[in-house]
């Protein structure tokens, strides 16, 4: 991959890896040792978390369009070796939440997808990216699920920074772009319509009037968790880079 041309974005967009056609792979091996990599890189790369997500389901049967989806992987670290998150001393220890999903995401099985991330400050400590295990009948339901996950994320990390001596008395602040799961939040009577998702209907409730988290609605193009439910173009991929403090450590200055 020397002579390889870096690429802007780690995955193209509208990409149809799911449904792939084509030959099988025959090396195996090479595959998963290079998904191994890629994972491995996740735990400090946030934009990979998508990619690799939807490459590692595979691992199996890998087709050669799997093969050469992992390679754009590769050319996009090969054009940003540098990139990295970037962890502010100015920081007022506060936690932040972004979560979104992506509705029937995966075509096999019409799962949806989750994706959330907690800053502290302007600083980014966790993410995930994770294929919801029912099929949602609504985006609202997918959202919800989704808010819920991260709900229980952030109240982890407050317990966490409890034991570390930092004391967050503050309601964490958990931003959503769905009005539905957001009404459904707030709105302390169930109907039909939410009867199942009363487990998680619940447990964002009790944060909320417990004053753990705070719901705030986000435009959908400030959404910062589109970035690891979805593959997108190359402006708003580098736009939500920024929003997000990951830096290239390489670039002039």
Same mark, same amino acid.
């Given at each position: 991959?020397?002579? +390889?041309?870096? +690429?802007?974005?780690? #995955?193209? =967009? =509208? $990409?149809?890896?799911?449904?792939?056609?084509?030959?099988?792979?025959?090396?195996?091996?090479?595959?998963?040792?290079?998904?191994?990599?890629?994972?491995?890189?996740?735990?400090?790369? &946030?934009?990979?978390?998508?990619?690799?997500?939807?490459?590692?389901?595979?691992? =199996? =049967? &890998?087709?050669?369009? $799997?093969?050469? +989806?992992?390679?754009?992987?590769?050319?996009? #670290?090969? @054009?940003?070796?540098?990139?990295?998150?970037?962890?502010?001393?100015?920081?007022?220890?506060?936690?932040?939440?972004?979560?979104?999903?992506?509705?029937?995401?995966?075509? *096999?099985?019409?799962?949806? #997808?989750?994706?959330?991330?907690?800053?502290? @400050?302007?600083?980014?400590?966790?993410?995930?990216?994770?294929?919801?295990?029912?099929? !949602?009948?609504?985006?609202? %339901?997918?959202?919800? /699920? !989704?808010?819920?996950?991260?709900?229980?994320?952030?109240?982890?990390?407050?317990?966490?920074?409890?034991?570390? @001596?930092?004391? $967050?008395?503050? &309601?964490?602040?958990?931003?959503?772009? !769905?009005?539905?799961?957001?009404?459904?939040?707030?709105?302390?009577?169930?109907?039909?319509?939410?009867?199942?998702? %009363?487990?998680?209907?619940?447990?964002?409730?009790?944060?909320?009037?417990?004053?753990?988290?705070?719901?705030?609605?986000?435009?959908? /193009?400030?959404?910062?968790?589109?970035?690891?439910?979805?593959?997108?173009?190359?402006?708003?991929? %580098?736009? *939500? *880079?920024?929003? #997000?403090?990951?830096?290239?450590? /390489?670039? &002039?200055?």
């Amino acid at each position: 991959m020397l002579g +390889a041309k870096p +690429a802007h974005v780690p #995955l193209e =967009q =509208q $990409h149809q890896l799911a449904m792939a056609l084509g030959n099988f792979l025959q090396d195996l091996e090479c595959y998963r040792q290079l998904m191994g990599c890629l994972i491995y890189l996740c735990f400090t790369r &946030p934009e990979l978390s998508y990619c690799v997500y939807v490459l590692s389901q595979f691992m =199996q =049967q &890998p087709k050669e369009a $799997h093969w050469d +989806a992992a390679l754009k992987v590769v050319c996009y #670290l090969k @054009g940003n070796p540098g990139q990295a998150i970037f962890l502010s001393r100015a920081c007022n220890l506060q936690l932040y939440g972004w979560c979104d999903s992506d509705e029937v995401g995966c075509p *096999l099985t019409r799962w949806s #997808l989750t994706g959330w991330f907690v800053s502290l @400050g302007h600083s980014l400590i966790s993410w995930k990216t994770k294929k919801q295990r029912t099929v !949602s009948r609504s985006s609202a %339901e997918a959202d919800y /699920h !989704s808010m819920a996950m991260a709900t229980c994320e952030l109240t982890w990390l407050k317990a966490l920074l409890l034991s570390l @001596g930092v004391e $967050h008395r503050q &309601p964490m602040k958990l931003s959503c772009d !769905s009005q539905e799961a957001l009404h459904i939040a707030r709105n302390p009577i169930f109907h039909e319509r939410t009867k199942h998702v %009363e487990v998680d209907c619940h447990f964002v409730r009790d944060a909320l009037v417990n004053g753990i988290i705070r719901t705030v609605f986000v435009p959908t /193009h400030e959404q910062l968790a589109d970035i690891v439910t979805k593959a997108l173009g190359r402006s708003h991929f %580098e736009y *939500l *880079l920024r929003k #997000l403090g990951i830096r290239d450590l /390489h670039a &002039p200055t």
